[in-house]
């Protein structure tokens, strides 16, 4: 885990008088007039009211929740948060009928960030993503994850995966970092992929690895980015280091990245979008999650929808994410996240409140601290004025957090 900032209260809590949507076992986990506690920021009991021991709530801090809704504290489990400057320009060629690919071979796209960010400082960074993370922080998000990926060489992802840890410590909020070197070619390349491959595996991963900054390894498995085989290499390193792994797969086109990624037992595979039914199987079979992510899909007016029907049929756990970033998705809300799943890909409510609550934590292979109101994990709470889950799905535009806690406080 990420060094970030401490609980630093002993004294015990209760939110008591709540609606609870736990997201144990398979769906929302609904408890009327429910209680969550908490001891030294973990939960120690969730469940009725009626049913708490009595000895919790005597030397408690008690909160009278007043009938509003408690989840989990959301995740957002994909994310490029680290980033400078932004590609307004990229959006309106698009407008104007240019593709993403398009845009991508002429120099634009993930290339016109790197040059930002190569240019920027670690302090220019920071100044640059806080207000995005406080935008997220103040939807509920009490765990991120963060890649790396603007920086195509090893001084610019260190710095960039360094910020990304900083974050941690100048926000109450959880932080997962993810290298993401494998991102694209950078022009000093000259087009040799298979050199800047080399450099990721030999240079990059070591020096990153050496340095914990990164909690996970990822790639993008495209034809504007690298093959299967390039990933391969990749991940065969990130194991030799002892670092899990994702990827960004099946976007544009169907290379099989999802059923590589389930070869790799990948926390995850993200977007999807061209993900066959062999894919879909080989994710169910590895546990991986598929992470969807709308706001990349809207954003570039792409028509292929990921296969949610084919995910539910082989079981295949559904993650939702903001994708934040500059050129694809430059967007700061979980909450219209949800709204996106739901009425661009016919996700349910139960499905989206899980994507970035239960399933966000599994895609970052964090179930066993939180995601879910469970005995003895984290206690990550968002307090909601609504009288039902579908409310935080349906809105748009409209943010009815109450309280956000994190860590117990």
Known sequence: MAPEQQGTGTRDRVWRNAQLATLTGDGVGSVAHGAVAARDGRIVYVGPEISMPASLAKSAEVFDCEGRLITPGL????????????RAHEFELRLKG?????????????????????????????RESLPRLDALIAEGVTTIEVKSGYGLDRDNEVKSLKAARRLGRERPISVRTTFLGAHALPPEANGDKSAYIDTVVNDMLPAIAAEHLADAVDGFCEGIAFSVDDMARVFDAARLHGLPVKLHADQLSNLHGASLAARYRALSADHVEYTDEEGAIAMAQAGTVAVILPGAFYFIRESQKPPIDLFRKHGVGMALATDCNPGTSPLTSLLLTMNMGATLFRMTVDECLAGVTREAARALGLLHETGTLTDGKSCDLAIWNVERPAELVYRMGFNPLHARIWRGQ
């Open 75 to 86: 995740i957002d489990c994909h994310t490029h948060l680290i980033h400078a400057g932004h």
């Open 98 to 126: 240019a593709t993403y690919e398009e845009i991508a071979r002429s120099g634009g796209g993930i290339a016109s960030s790197v040059k930002a960010l190569r240019a920027a400082s670690e302090e220019a960074l920071m």
